[in-house]
């Protein structure tokens, strides 16, 4: 019968020292005159954005990870968080919010499926005609289909229902109906906000939310 391999606690190996860290860290910590300052508790399950060698953002890892790719130097610290540290045996290291790598990844080109919910989420929930942004809210197709309209990116934008029905089977130059923006194809970034909901306010430069 095999035996059973004990968990390893965490633990982080590296070729000129070992580190172990806590997965609580310092509550405190001291600024540039020495005072000591209250630093906010957080896990080391903690979000940490991942920006490609570009500064382009393409993922979101845990405080761990994020820690082992600093020192094994694949990724280089852009953002720390000022009021908290990471405490090991040792000592004490920033406490990661946005790295970067060190060697540009080639992401996979990353499909984006076009259906409604996508259109209202690229539109942010609000009607492209009049901007009410009260449900419930439609999909229009720009050029009707019964005059040669197609289900694309392009062709899709998000409509209350009474703007909807007041274009009709015309053309928004015909019932002199302006779109507040051109529809196109999102970008992967838009749907990783999304995703993620609340961000940390160090995030927002690098997700274009500035």
Same mark, same amino acid.
């Given at each position: 019968?095999?035996?059973?391999?004990?968990? $390893?606690?965490?633990?982080?190996?590296?070729?000129?020292?070992? $580190?172990?860290?806590?997965t609580?860290?310092?509550?405190?910590?001291?600024?540039?005159?020495?005072?000591?300052?209250?630093?906010?508790?957080?896990?080391?399950?903690?979000?940490?954005? %991942?920006?490609?060698?570009?500064?382009?953002? +393409?993922?979101v890892?845990?405080?761990?990870?994020?820690?082992? &790719? &600093?020192?094994?130097?694949?990724?280089? $610290?852009?953002?720390?968080r000022?009021?908290? *540290?990471? /405490?090991? *045996?040792?000592?004490?290291?920033?406490?990661?919010? *946005? %790295?970067?790598?060190?060697?540009?990844?080639?992401?996979?080109?990353?499909? $984006?499926?076009?259906?409604?919910?996508? +259109?209202?989420?690229?539109?942010?929930?609000?009607?492209?005609?009049?901007?009410?942004n009260?449900?419930? &809210?439609? *999909?229009?197709? +720009?050029i009707? /289909?019964? /005059?040669?309209?197609?289900?694309s990116?392009?062709?899709?934008?998000?409509?209350?229902?009474?703007?909807?029905?007041?274009?009709?089977?015309?053309?928004?130059?015909?019932?002199?109906?302006?779109?507040?923006? +051109?529809?196109?194809?999102?970008?992967?970034?838009?749907? &990783?906000?999304? !995703?993620?909901?609340?961000?940390?306010?160090?995030?927002?430069? !690098?997700?274009?939310?500035?």
């Amino acid at each position: 019968m095999r035996k059973r391999r004990a968990k $390893i606690p965490f633990v982080s190996y590296f070729s000129c020292r070992r $580190i172990a860290f806590s997965t609580t860290f310092a509550q405190f910590r001291h600024d540039q005159t020495g005072r000591q300052e209250t630093a906010v508790f957080l896990s080391l399950n903690s979000r940490v954005l %991942i920006l490609n060698q570009s500064y382009e953002p +393409i993922s979101v890892c845990s405080t761990k990870k994020a820690l082992l &790719l &600093l020192f094994l130097t694949k990724a280089e $610290i852009v953002e720390e968080r000022s009021t908290s *540290v990471v /405490r090991s *045996v040792r000592g004490f290291y920033p406490f990661p919010s *946005v %790295i970067r790598l060190s060697a540009y990844l080639r992401v996979p080109f990353r499909k $984006i499926e076009l259906s409604r919910k996508n +259109i209202l989420r690229r539109d942010g929930f609000r009607c492209q005609y009049c901007g009410n942004n009260h449900p419930p &809210l439609t *999909v229009d197709h +720009i050029i009707p /289909r019964s /005059r040669g309209g197609n289900d694309s990116w392009e062709n899709l934008t998000c409509a209350c229902v009474k703007c909807n029905n007041k274009k009709g089977n015309r053309t928004p130059d015909e019932a002199r109906m302006r779109l507040m923006s +051109i529809p196109k194809k999102p970008h992967h970034v838009l749907f &990783l906000k999304h !995703y993620l909901g609340k961000v940390d306010e160090t995030w927002r430069p !690098y997700l274009f939310m500035d």
